[in-house]
């Protein structure tokens, strides 16, 4: 389901939508529709580099990601150096995980001013928006991924005290009072259904809420506010007053999270005319995978509630909407709010809100962070393309997106159009939003012709010859995964190179950290190199999927046994067991460590259950188990 989160400052929005839709360069003299650069602040300590750049105003900023090697592109719109600005503090000193090149990429719409870091393998980043200030943090991955959940302090987690409610005849303000401020969120909706209303909620983990009242009407556009556990944090359930959801906005307070509501006016729940047109019933789950799209870790930009309440009709908002229209931009208006999306992602969020059919190119990858409020979705779509370099053409109710580098053609002959028009069935009756491009690139096709070589090679047992042509093909094709997990197990078993394993394993799972197939090889290949400490990261990974591999479970229960982590080994048989049932090999396992940490009673039952079991049992495993029963008295 979709998630309207108007996450973005007016007055910043204001000057955003101005700059792009009169396309000219940023008026310097004008400082409302651009970004001066100030200050530079640079620090290197404990392999960790802080990067703060200050402005003349809050900072409008995409974030992408670029790959081989890896860099994070930090582009700010309309960013200029202030004159007595010293060019050499944009440098940062000499480090061993990562570089920086800055670039003003002037022949772009808008004028971008672009922050190229290189990253190490070892390191990731963050990048926060704080009233004029843009930071940027390059830190240790496993620095970043052990840090506490920013609503915690010193470990102890927030706690909800109370909602206070305040109200103008234009808005009312919900205050989550909090014994903190409450800075990572996510908002969403649901349509009404069943006698039931439109309801907004919003999730806030590592949370108390024992204080908290369950229930507390409100009366006005919010009917009533209501609160529920959801695993360590809470959730916040804010109810409509009538059949149509109220406009709202959420920011982040000291002393918690203000929802303030737009009282003079009410919108539709915009997903509720694509539920009924996919027969769904009203309020029914929408797409998993969107769901989990646009769930905003993002810090909003600094500022109290007052800067990001929802618009009331004033003749700026009205000057705006005059500009939009005059420009050409009147399509359905739309607030988002994306941080760190995978770009696919975000065009499968436009396919939801156009209901256009949309296909990508496949050479079109990266991420996206931006946030916009109330602007129309053709204007949001060409500010991506825009800053991803990418262009559209529209025809047949589609929309084609690619490189600016490549050229498209429309079929035109009628057995192209027959073709086209099937593949547009198969997009609306599985719904899917993302096709690969009509067509194919240069590489792509060259990586299919060497995948058959590979595979020929391979079936000749010329193992080297076979992975050497996989490698290419992988090369040409980075982000086919089946590929990339093929050339691992080749390395892994026919040619015994754990080192190379690792390496595309961990190439792999940088461009996919949910692949949990290559975290499995990453894990074997470490095992075999002894990288102990990496080796038990990469196999808890593999087996993060629901439900989590056999052959993951199997694995990592031999590597916790070699290792002398018994117990651990206990418990991922027992999760095998609880999920692909009994076998031989599991039941002789679970014997054999319970025999060696010397539970000498539970071995005993184990090696009978296997010889009761009914398997059919190899000469030498059946000698085995009747030798540590009649061993130490066992039976």
């Given at each position: 389901m979709l998630k309207w989160l108007a996450k973005l400052q007016p007055a910043v929005l204001f000057a955003f939508c101005l700059l792009l839709v009169y396309q000219t360069p940023p008026a310097r003299s004008e400082p409302g529709i651009s970004f001066e650069i100030t200050n530079i602040k640079v620090a290197v300590s404990d392999n960790i580099l802080a990067y703060n750049i200050s402005g003349s105003s809050p900072p409008v900023y995409?974030?992408?990601?670029?790959?081989?090697?890896?860099?994070?592109?930090?582009?700010?719109?309309?960013?200029?150096?202030?004159k007595d600005l010293d060019p050499s503090t944009t440098k940062i000193p000499e480090n061993k995980f990562s570089e920086l090149s800055v670039s003003d990429l002037k022949a772009q719409d808008p004028q971008v001013m672009r922050f190229e870091f290189t990253l190490a393998d070892s390191h990731d980043y963050s990048v926060t928006a704080k009233g004029n200030d843009l930071q940027i943090k390059l830190l240790p991955a496993s620095a970043k991924s052990a840090a506490p959940s920013a609503n915690a302090s010193k470990g102890v987690p927030l706690s909800l005290n109370d909602f206070k409610v305040t109200s103008t005849p234009n808005t009312t303000t919900i205050s989550i009072i909090a014994s903190a401020s409450?800075?990572?969120?996510?908002?969403?909706?649901?349509?009404?259904?069943d006698g039931r209303p439109p309801r907004m909620y919003i999730d806030i983990s590592d949370v108390k809420i024992n204080e908290l009242v369950n229930e507390k009407q409100i009366g006005t556009s919010v009917a009533k506010v209501r609160v529920a556990p959801k695993?360590?944090?809470?959730?916040?359930?804010?109810?409509?007053?009538?059949?149509?959801?109220?406009k709202y906005s959420v920011a982040t307070a000291p002393n918690g999270l203000n929802v303030v509501i737009d009282e003079t006016s009410s919108v539709k729940e915009l997903t509720q005319t694509k539920d009924q047109s996919s027969n769904k019933p009203a309020g029914a789950a929408a797409d998993s995978t969107l769901d989990a799209l646009i769930g905003s870790s993002q810090q909003l930009l600094s500022g109290g509630?007052?800067?990001?309440?929802?618009?009331?009709?004033?003749?700026?908002?009205?000057?705006?909407?005059?500009?939009f229209s005059f420009s050409g931009y009147n399509k359905q208006r739309i607030s988002v709010d994306f941080y760190k999306i995978d770009i696919h992602n975000v065009f499968r969020l436009f396919r939801q809100i156009t209901d256009l059919n949309i296909i990508v190119d496949e050479q079109v990858q990266g991420s996206l962070t931006l946030a916009l409020s109330d602007?129309?979705?053709?204007?949001?779509?060409?500010?991506?393309?825009?800053?991803?370099?990418?262009?559209k053409e529209e025809r047949f109710n589609t929309i084609v997106i690619y490189p600016n580098k490549k050229d498209f053609i429309w079929p035109t002959r009628a057995e192209d159009n027959l073709a086209f028009q099937a593949d547009v069935q198969v997009i609306e009756q599985e719904a899917l939003v993302i096709e690969k491009s009509a067509a194919q690139s240069k590489e792509i096709l060259d990586a299919k012709e060497l995948m058959v070589k590979a595979k020929k090679l391979e079936e000749q047992q010329s193992y080297e010859e076979a992975a050497s042509l996989y490698a290419k093909s992988f090369e040409l094709w980075p982000h086919n995964y089946v590929l990339a997990n093929r050339l691992s197990t080749l390395y892994l078993v026919n040619l015994g190179q754990n080192a190379k394993a690792l390496f595309v394993a961990k190439q792999t799972l940088?461009?996919?950290?949910?692949?949990?197939?290559?975290?499995?090889?990453?894990?074997?290949?470490?095992?075999?190199?002894?990288?102990?400490?990496?080796?038990?990261?990469?196999?808890?990974?593999?087996?993060?999927?629901s439900p989590p591999m056999k052959e993951a479970l199997i694995s990592y229960a031999a590597f916790s046994e070699n290792n002398g982590q018994n117990e651990a080994a206990l418990k991922l048989l027992d999760k095998h067991q609880t999920h692909y049932g009994e076998s031989v090999d599991l039941m002789v396992g679970k014997a054999r460590i319970l025999d060696k940490i010397g539970r000498s009673k539970e071995a005993t039952q184990q090696y009978k259950a296997v010889l009761a079991s009914g398997f059919?049992?190899?000469?030498?495993?059946?000698?085995?188990?009747?030798g540590r029963l009649a061993a130490k008295d066992l039976h």
């Open positions: 995409t974030v992408s990601e670029r790959f081989a090697p890896f860099r994070v592109l930090v582009d700010v719109a309309g960013a200029y150096f202030a409450i800075e990572k969120y996510t908002v969403d909706t649901i349509a009404g259904a695993e360590k944090g809470a959730r916040i359930v804010f109810d409509s007053a009538s059949s149509q959801l109220f509630s007052e800067n990001l309440s929802a618009k009331s009709p004033s003749a700026k908002a009205t000057a705006l909407e005059n500009d602007v129309p979705w053709d204007f949001a779509l060409d500010i991506i393309l825009n800053l991803m370099d990418l262009k940088q461009r996919d950290p949910s692949n949990t197939r290559a975290a499995l090889y990453a894990g074997i290949a470490s095992a075999n190199m002894q990288k102990i400490k990496e080796a038990s990261e990469f196999f808890t990974q593999s087996i993060s999927g059919q049992l190899r000469p030498d495993l059946k000698k085995y188990i009747e």
